[in-house]
T-cell receptor
Framework: DTEVTQTPKHLVMGMTNKKSLKCEQH?????MYWYKQKAKKPPELMFV???????INESVPSRFSPECPNSSLLNLHLHALQPEDSALYLC???????????????FGSGTRLTVV | QKEVEQDPGPLSVPEGAIVSLNCTYS??????FMWYRQYSRKGPELLMY????GNKEDGRFTAQVDKSSKYISLFIRDSQPSDSATYLC???????????FGKGNQVVVIP
């Protein structure tokens, strides 16, 4: 299995809703990431988990809450979002950070989020 | 100055032409270089990964890295309409998982 699977593919939510995005990989990768991508822009890093521990938070607002229940799963909990948070949310994974890493990152197909 | 510069101008080429894309970077600590292809409304797909200066070939794709000039390139030979996508360069330093992306190039291959 060489894929990163994200669900749902599309999500429309109101500003008072609580929802979660899910990401799963079975490649044995121990680093997992959340990225946000606006139209015609490159992906922007939000969070990095390494060995199930949060290692990077790019000053993301607290209305986004990541969770890594185990080495294969990554969640992004959403609460009280704003319309400007509408974007494609991408999950990615990679082998261990830095040393010995010879692969690039594998991205999922993303969740297209619309906040109304 | 941005860490990674990639001219985002759209590029239209006829089918069969060679597509040439490039990125420049300012951080000499970058050691790992990637090219991603992203189709509309999909996630980026890793095309090429390299960590040394020189050329790396994979089918119709060639990645070129010149660390002395801080310049990387991607060449697509015999371009096909299915190559129409946005191409993103990305790079990182040793021991750091943060990828620096270029803005991306939208490529259209006209049948």
């Amino acid at each position: 299995d060489t894929e990163v699977t994200q669900t749902p593919k599309h999500l429309v939510m109101g500003m008072t809703n609580k929802k979660s995005l899910k990401c799963e990989q079975h490649m044995g990768h121990r680093a997992m990431y959340w990225y946000k991508q606006k139209a015609k822009k490159p992906p922007e890093l939000m969070f990095v988990y390494s060995y199930e521990k949060l290692s990077i938070n790019e000053s993301v607002p607290s209305r986004f809450s990541p969770e890594c229940p185990n080495s294969s799963l990554l969640n992004l909990h959403l609460h009280a979002l704003q319309p400007e948070d509408s974007a494609l949310y991408l999950c990615a994974s990679s082998p261990t950070i830095g040393i010995g890493q010879v692969d690039g990152y594998t991205f999922g197909s993303g969740t297209r989020l619309t906040v109304v | 100055q941005k860490e990674v510069e990639q001219d985002p101008g759209p590029l239209s080429v006829p089918e069969g032409a060679i597509v040439s894309l490039n990125c420049t970077y300012s951080n000499s600590a970058f050691q790992y270089f990637m090219w991603y292809r992203q189709y509309s409304r999909k996630g980026p797909e890793l095309l090429m990964y390299t960590y040394s200066s020189g050329n790396k070939e994979d089918g119709r794709f060639t990645a070129q890295v010149d660390k002395s000039s801080k310049y990387i390139s991607l060449f697509i030979r015999d371009s096909q309409p299915s190559d129409s996508a946005t191409y993103l360069c990305a790079m990182r330093t040793y021991g750091n998982n943060r990828l620096a992306f270029g803005k991306g190039n939208q490529v259209v291959v006209i049948p």
